[in-house]
């Protein structure tokens, strides 16, 4: 496997449901992103990991809850969810120069996985 | 307030013909810019970025791009296109000194008639 890995590729589930999303890079990076893409809408940055520790979470609703036990794997545990949950989720990684302290040259180029789509019933 | 905004959420191209998509931010400082490409199906590939220096920015594929101060603008320009440019394009920026997060327009769907 090579760059960054999503299963499943399609997941669909009921409002009481309980599953997660994998995300794995193959890159070597040290960051790692959790986005939502809906139709019609930007794409919206959920979490993001730096170094295994969580640095940011954009007022997601507690039933995401997002797991990175390593600095190559990602999780979204997904409990409880609504209906407009439904959409399509974007792992990223990218590789964060040690010691910057701001500007994109800290954020670093992400790459992207080819997303789970999640549906909602 | 910070913005990035794509006018045309639409744009239809012949093959060989030239393709300008826009992107315009909001912003009282130089941000850094990105574009990505999406493919049905694929997740986000970075086609060129702009941080500082030349304003005009060579990317993969045969894209680039333009940084226009005076315009608030970074639009991305193909001189000829291909079938397999068909796809959906998103601008997006680091507002500097705003967490250093990626935001995205809400994105031009390319479609490429043969």
């Known amino acids: 496997e090579t760059g960054v890995t999503q299963t499943p590729r399609h997941l669909v589930m009921g409002m009481t449901n309980k599953k997660s999303l994998k995300c794995e890079q193959h890159?070597?990076?040290?960051?790692m992103y959790w986005y939502k893409q809906s139709a019609k809408k930007p794409l919206e940055l959920m979490f993001v990991?730096?170094?295994?520790?969580?640095?940011e979470n954009n007022s997601v609703p507690s039933r995401f809850s997002p797991e990175c036990p390593n600095s190559s794997h990602l999780f979204l545990h997904l409990h409880t969810l609504q209906p407009e949950d439904s959409a399509l989720y974007l792992c990223a990684s990218s590789q964060t120069p040690p010691g910057t302290s701001g500007g994109a040259g800290a954020l670093g180029e992400q790459f992207f996985g080819p997303g789970t789509r999640l549906t909602v019933l | 307030a910070q913005s990035v905004t794509q006018p045309d959420i639409h744009i239809t191209v012949s093959e060989g013909a030239s393709l300008e998509l826009r992107c315009n931010y909001s912003y009282g400082a130089t941000p850094y810019l990105f574009w990505y490409v999406q493919s049905p199906g694929q997740g986000l590939q970075l086609l060129l970025k702009y941080f500082s220096g030349d304003t005009l920015v060579q990317g993969i594929k045969g894209f680039e791009a333009e940084f226009k101060r005076s315009q608030s603008s970074f639009n991305l320009r193909k001189p000829s296109v291909h079938w397999s440019d068909a796809a959906e394009y998103f601008c997006a920026v680091v507002f500097t000194g705003g967490g250093n997060k990626l935001t995205f327009g809400t994105g031009t769907q390319l479609k490429v008639e043969l």
């Open positions: 990991y730096s170094l295994e520790e969580r640095v």
């Open positions: 890159l070597g990076h040290n960051a």
